[in-house]
């Protein structure tokens, strides 16, 4: 496919090439640096998804990132984070192809050199991930040959319509040599764009784990979960349902790319101070009596008044059962779950033996296998507890441990090593402009393994007034709430704040999401007309 381009006369490389074919040159790298990421999302789908190397250059960079930038990216972004930094590494992809298109017309092979420390950037990425399999090299090394040997015929073709030295053998005459490179470039970046698209869609879409997911049905719970109360939910239009379901349910976790793990290969282990080491395979795990339960997450990260949070129906089995049978020794005071992709999450031992918390190996969501981008084939839902402490997606080991000795994923990023949730509400209408008359103010309010005894709602700087609650499954989910307004014409500030079944209140104090959660009561502006 590569054509030999002819060498740089004394003359040329005093003078250097012409402006307008270098900017050609560089449009040839972006192509086909375009066109080997493609093509290497493509082999990923084919051989080995985890072997994408975007994704896994990507976590590597966040790996090495210092702390305040990790923060700051976690803070300021949000959910964003993750797109952005895919983004950073493709555009930063194409502007060192575009290099290597100007290199390569300047010189044979001198491309080759820039392609190539491109490839060993992603071998790097992909090499650092947890138990990375030799298939998983293979995407990075084909996307980068492939994009390279297109480069060439790109440079090739633009040296028949703009030859560096008078003394070039004719070729093609120049406005058909010039059809003919704008022709391939147009076509090869169409081609790459394409493939790109389906790469992407077919990684998420089309992977023998996502068709043996369809195909899997769970077993019956041993012991199910309450009946969902008729007077569960409010009815009041716009406000969050009582369960979330599980396409809109929130997703926070530093994986650029969610593990794709086979059932059948699954396995857990339970190590450190124990007396004896466990280990359990998903199709044992499935046989086990299992319980379903409702349980309502929160991230560390959410806002007052974010929408970090969501409620579903988990069906998975009780950790503090496996935990007895490895016995752990005295002294063991907390649990380092590590996650397949590496992450890691340190749970106080007391919350995952305590037998009034259902703290559960989740296979379940919802009445249906986990979904890949919450866990699957198996996470751990913990009810009282941050995520980042305790709610470990791709679980596949348990290390009894103490605080003294490990750390967590988050701690020495500044994260308290304990995240107990927070008493939080949340007003999630009226919409910023109403009609006078009786306007339903709702949301929710939670705290998670405790309960919701009391909402207020406070108008301007009127007198708190009691909401009306909504019935709930138990102490581990969150609470609908509406109050009857009497709206006002005129602009109105309305506020909530919920009062806990212990009868503790909710903090006023404003604080931000680190290091331990956010507090404050969440405040809206109303314009009544």
Same mark, same amino acid.
């Given at each position: 496919?590569h054509?030999?381009?002819p ?11 012409s ?7 560089r449009?040839?790298?972006v ?10 999302e ?10 994408s190397p975007v ?23 949000g959910?964003?984070d993750?797109?952005?930094?895919i983004?950073i590494i493709?555009?930063g ?5 575009g290099l290597?298109?100007q ?7 001198a491309?080759?050199?820039v392609f ?5 950037l992603?071998?790097v ?7 990375t399999?030799?298939?998983?090299y293979?995407?990075?090394?084909v ?7 297109i480069?060439?015929? %790109?440079? =090739?073709?633009l040296?028949?319509?703009? +030859?560096?030295? /008078?003394?070039? @053998?004719? &070729?093609? !005459?120049?406005?058909a ?8 470039t147009?076509?090869?970046g ?10 992407s ?11 043996a997911?369809?195909?899997?049905? %769970?077993? =019956?719970?041993?012991k199910p979960?309450? +009946?969902?109360? /008729?007077?569960a @939910?409010? &009815?009041? !239009?716009?406000?969050?349902?009582y ?12 994986s ?7 059932p ?7 190590t ?10 998903y ?8 319980d379903?339960h409702?349980?309502?997450l ?8 974010g ?6 129906r ?6 503090r ?9 005295a002294?063991a005071?907390?649990v ?5 992709d590496?992450?890691t ?22 009445g ?15 009810p009282?507890?941050y995520?980042y402490?305790s709610?470990?997606?791709?679980v596949?080991?348990?290390?009894v ?5 490990d750390?967590a994923y988050?701690?020495p990023?500044?994260w ?6 927070k008493?939080?509400?949340r ?7 109403v009609d006078?008359?009786?306007?339903a103010v709702?949301?929710?309010?939670w705290?998670?393994h405790?309960?919701i005894?009391?909402?207020e709602?406070?108008v301007?700087q ?10 709930t499954?138990?102490?581990d989910t969150w609470?609908q709430?509406k ?15 919920a009062?806990?079944a212990?009868?503790?209140?909710q ?5 931000p ?7 404050g ?9």
């Open positions: 496919m054509q030999r381009a060498e740089a006369t004394d003359d040329e490389q005093a003078t250097g090439p402006p307008n074919a270098t900017w050609w040159a449009l040839a790298g192509v086909a640096g375009l066109a080997g990421l493609a093509i290497a493509l082999v990923a789908w084919a051989v080995a998804p985890a072997g994704p896994a250059v990507g976590e590597l960079i966040i790996g090495l990132l210092p702390a305040p930038l990790v923060n700051w990216g976690k803070e300021t972004l959910t964003a993750k797109p952005v930094l983004a493709t555009v992809v194409l502007v060192l192809s290597g298109g290199l390569e017309r300047r010189r044979r092979y491309g080759a050199a190539g420390v491109i490839a060993v992603g071998i990425g992909v090499a650092a991930r947890p138990g399999a030799p298939s998983e293979v995407p990075t090394f996307g980068l040959l492939i994009g390279y040997m480069l060439g015929t %790109l440079i =090739a073709k040296w028949r319509w703009l +030859p560096r030295r /008078a003394a070039v @053998e004719p &070729g093609a !005459p120049p406005s040599a010039r059809r003919d490179f704008l022709a391939w147009i076509l090869m169409t081609a790459a764009g394409l493939a790109a698209v389906a790469g869609v077919l990684s998420k879409a089309a992977t023998a784990v996502t068709d997911r369809a195909k899997l049905r %769970l077993p =019956a719970a041993a979960a309450a +009946p969902v109360p /008729a007077g @939910e409010l &009815g009041v !239009p716009g406000m969050t349902p369960i979330t379901p599980n396409a809109e349910f929130y997703r926070i976790d530093t650029l790319q969610p593990p794709v793990i086979d059948d290969g699954w396995r857990l282990t339970i450190g101070m124990v007396e004896n080491e466990v280990a359990i395979t199709a044992e795990l499935l046989a086990k009596p299992l379903e409702f349980t309502t929160t991230c560390v990260s959410n806002e007052v008044g929408d970090l949070a969501g409620n579903a988990w069906l998975g089995y009780p950790i059962e496996l935990l007895a049978q490895a016995k752990p020794l002294g005071d907390m380092l779950s590590t996650s397949a590496g992450w999450a340190g749970t106080p031992l007391t919350a995952l033996t305590d037998p009034d918390r259902e703290a559960i190996l989740a296979v379940g969501m919802n249906e296998p986990l979904p890949i981008e919450h866990g699957f084939p198996v996470r751990m839902v913990v009282g507890l995520g402490v709610a470990t997606k791709w596949v080991n348990l290390k441990t103490t605080y003294e000795k750390e988050w701690t990023l500044g308290s090593a304990k995240g107990p949730i008493i939080a509400s007003i999630d209408v009226p919409t910023r402009t006078a008359g009786t306007v709702a949301g929710v309010a705290a998670q405790t309960g005894s009391k909402v709602v406070q301007d009127d007198p708190w007034q009691q909401a009306e609650i909504a019935d499954t138990g102490p609470r709430w109050y009857a307004w009497a709206a006002t014409p005129g602009t109105h500030r309305i506020t909530v704040r009062t806990d212990k009868g503790t209140l903090t006023a104090a404003l604080a999401p680190a290091p331990d959660g956010a507090t009561y969440h405040s809206i502006t109303v314009k009544v007309r």
